[in-house]
């Protein structure tokens, strides 16, 4: 009864946007069921649609991850897109560095790396380094809360605007090639790169980008369960995003508990970085998110912050994404910022969930829960 | 009582909209198999910038017009919707698959691998397989015209270049202006400036109207433009200079790819038009009639791919003498007795 509490109001919010989002289209001139056709139909159709859904929602699980161990801890972190950034960086940076990276320009052979390592040592570390950059850049609004009191959430903004700009200047002035039109790095050393899934599934084309991440991701999802809930450091958090007062009586010291949390979560954001660099691109492109870190937010609010909830809204999100081309593509008036109408009516039904707690209350449907 | 109300005409709002929107299907318009299928994704500056991606707009527009052609688009808004905009295209067999600005090249180059059988094109970009046609402009020839023009027209010895991303692809704009201004007056100063480094420069309209303000502020009294959409800011710009006496703008801008004469008119001295749209008409053309050529298709003066556009507009602003000049280095470099340095060719 408890579960079907849980699930009741994320699919209310779902059912209801695209209800709303039906008006929408309606008003527009076009026929919303054919567009929801053209827009689920496309997401899940196989092998193409529902392997580049599952790519899409890769990115989706690490940042609905990354907010939700925040958010268990009390803590909003609206900073999961510059940590994923400077993680995706430094993540290209050691596979350029150490992955034995040469580029051709205009004919000679410029060598930009230090060392070749092979992919056993090369890959466990470029996953590490986006797990520790990302934690660190994480850890700086943690620290800024926990010891100077600053507000995370102003910190997390303005450390995202830092973030864009450092990765940038550093792929314009020191780590493109010469020549490239394209703001990107020089590619990584091809030891570094991490199997695409099509390798293992049959049927699956090599031209999906659905790769290996997807597994790392399911893999946070169960460690992230296990730490909120079956270690002393995730009962830590979780006491103090529940009353930090009361942590604190108990012995729990809350400035490291937010600094921790903080990391975690930054940790968590970077893990993007290994599905966009190690994974699809194999070099670092410059503002490849798709706002990755901010529909982390809804992720996670649609997924109550639990692993299980953020992996089906992740895939609602990312099929969302996949459906958004073909439905601009395809339809006479709709454009592609439907999908963002979708997602924000689902944001603002969950959301608003307290006020429909209240209304529907006095029936008897719901009672009050703590959530 | 009342939320339970409005919960039950919510519910029969949406059953009368599913039932409206069944009966209403007779107006999708029927998928015509017979017809060559064209897909169109653009830049991120978008087709309404009213330049560079909305000559693409027009051309493809014009070749539905006249042609048997279903046309489809996708403005992608974000450089990760460029791959499945394309790919949205292909899955569905699409006979041709335009893509607008030099970004697009390398996601081009691995769709068209994949899709051997479709054709491919690529405005400002360059690719080596056999399904992609490149179609590439000689702008250092367009923009020595303007440039002679700007110098001419210049009282203050000082002209502006407004660059979008600082990439190769502009330096070819503006060397080829520096040149042309610098044979009409050697003594001639070019300020130039670059909107960014990445994809946003091309849709950044404040910042181009501040850099604008800026080179106003030094001296600039002619400001060439190559920036997409953040352009225009730099037609706000000249346009708050204001006008004398007489009635006569008092700093000029120069724009680009579309003709930009009636965005501000008065204000705009001419402006350098690469016709994207004749590039796009005819590769739409050459698929209808099984002509496909995959290869470079290159437009310049002498195809008038390129050059500086005359209309109702601005032709008070260039004296005749000026215009017989100009067109009698335009035949010089076509004839190749001036040869304009491309920023390209290294």
Redesign the interface.
Same mark, same amino acid.
């Given at each position: 009864m408890k579960l079907l509490r849980e699930l009741l109001f994320p699919l209310v919010a779902v059912a209801a946007a695209f209800?709303v989002g039906? =008006?929408v289209v309606?008003l527009i001139g076009d026929? *919303?069921?054919?567009t929801y056709k053209l827009l689920i139909g496309?997401a899940l159709s196989w092998p193409?649609g529902i392997g580049?859904t599952l790519f899409y929602a890769t990115p989706l699980i690490f940042t609905g991850l990354a907010v939700a161990v925040a958010f268990r801890c009390g803590l909003l972190n609206i900073g999961a897109e510059g940590q994923l950034y400077v993680a995706a960086f430094a993540t290209a940076w050691v596979s350029i560095k150490l992955g034995g990276t040469v580029v051709d320009v205009?004919g000679t052979p410029v060598n930009y790396s230090w060392a070749s390592l092979p992919a056993v040592l090369l890959v466990p570390l470029a996953i590490l380094t986006a797990i520790v950059v990302g934690g660190a850049w994480g850890a700086i609004a943690g620290y800024l809360k926990a010891y100077f009191g600053a507000h995370e959430v102003i910190t997390t903004i303005m450390l995202n605007f830092i973030a864009v700009a450092l990765v940038?200047y550093f792929t314009?002035y020191h780590y493109k090639v010469p020549?490239d *039109?394209?703001?990107q790095t020089a590619p990584i050393g091809a030891a570094a790169h991490i199997p695409r899934l099509s390798a293992f599934i049959p049927g699956l *084309?090599e031209?999906i980008p659905l790769n290996v991440a997807f597994i790392l991701a399911l893999l946070a999802c169960a460690l992230v369960y296990v730490f909120l809930w079956r270690t002393k450091w995730g009962y830590e958090i979780r006491a103090t995003g529940a009353n930090p007062t009361a942590a604190e009586y108990g012995g729990i010291s809350i400035r490291k508990q937010i600094v921790l949390a903080m990391a975690v979560s930054g940790g968590l954001a970077g893990m993007v970085g290994v599905n966009e660099v190690l994974g699809y691109h194999h070099r670092y492109?410059?503002?490849?998110?798709?706002n990755y870190g901010f529909t982390g937010i809804a992720v996670a609010l649609l997924g109550r912050n639990h692993p299980v909830g953020i992996i089906f809204s992740a895939l609602l999100f990312g099929m969302l994404q996949?459906g958004? =081309? *073909?439905v601009?593509?395809?339809t006479?008036h709709v454009?592609?910022d439907l999908v963002q109408v979708l997602q924000a009516i689902v944001i603002l039904f969950v959301a608003a969930e307290a006020a429909f707690r209240g209304?529907?209350g006095r029936?008897g449907l719901l009672k009050r829960s703590k959530v | 009582m009342k939320s339970r109300f409005l919960f039950v005409t919510i519910v029969l709002l949406c059953a009368l909209v599913a039932l409206n929107s069944s009966c209403n299907r007779g107006t999708q318009t029927a998928d015509d198999k017979s017809k060559v299928h064209v897909g169109i994704v653009f830049d991120i500056g978008g087709k309404d910038d009213r330049s560079f991606n909305a000559a693409a707009w027009e051309g493809v527009k014009r070749a539905a017009k006249d042609l048997p052609i279903v046309l489809r688009d996708v403005e992608p808004g974000s450089p990760t919707n460029i791959e499945p905009a394309m790919r949205a295209f292909a899955e569905r067999g699409y006979d041709l698959i335009i893509g607008v600005g030099f970004a697009q090249a390398p996601i081009m180059e691995v769709v068209a691998k994949d899709y051997p059988n479709i054709n491919f094109a690529i405005v400002d970009g360059v690719s080596q397989l056999p399904n992609v046609a490149s179609l590439v402009f000689k702008e250092h020839q367009g923009s020595y015209l303007v440039g002679m023009l700007a110098a001419r027209t210049s009282k203050t010895g000082t002209l502006g270049f407004i660059g979008g991303m600082d990439i190769p692809l502009i330096h070819r704009f503006e060397t080829g202006y520096e040149e042309g201004a610098k044979a009409v007056n050697p003594q001639i100063r070019v300020i130039q400036n670059f909107v960014g480094v990445n994809d946003s420069a091309w849709n950044n309209p404040g910042k181009g109207k501040e850099l604008a303000l800026s080179q106003i502020g030094r001296g600039a009294d002619v400001i060439f433009t190559a920036a997409g959409n953040s352009g225009l800011g730099a037609f706000d710009a000249v346009e708050q200079a204001g006008r004398d006496e007489q009635g006569h703008a008092r700093r000029f801008v120069i724009g680009v790819d579309s003709n930009q004469n009636g965005v501000k008119p008065g204000f705009v001295l001419t402006s350098m038009v690469k016709r994207v749209d004749n590039a796009v008409y005819n590769i739409a053309q050459d698929v209808v009639n099984h002509q496909f050529k995959g290869g470079f298709h290159v437009f310049g003066l002498e195809t008038d791919g390129v050059g500086y556009s005359l209309d109702e507009n601005n032709q008070t602003l260039i004296p005749p003498d000026v215009l017989k000049d100009v067109d009698a280095a335009k035949q010089k470099i076509i004839a190749g007795q001036i040869q304009v340095t491309d920023a390209m060719a290294k």
């Open positions: 209800v039906g =008006i309606l026929d *919303p069921i054919y496309s193409d580049r205009f940038s314009q020549g *039109p394209i703001l *084309p031209s492109y410059d503002s490849f998110s798709e996949r958004a =081309i *073909p601009d593509a395809f006479e454009s592609k209304s529907f029936f | -």
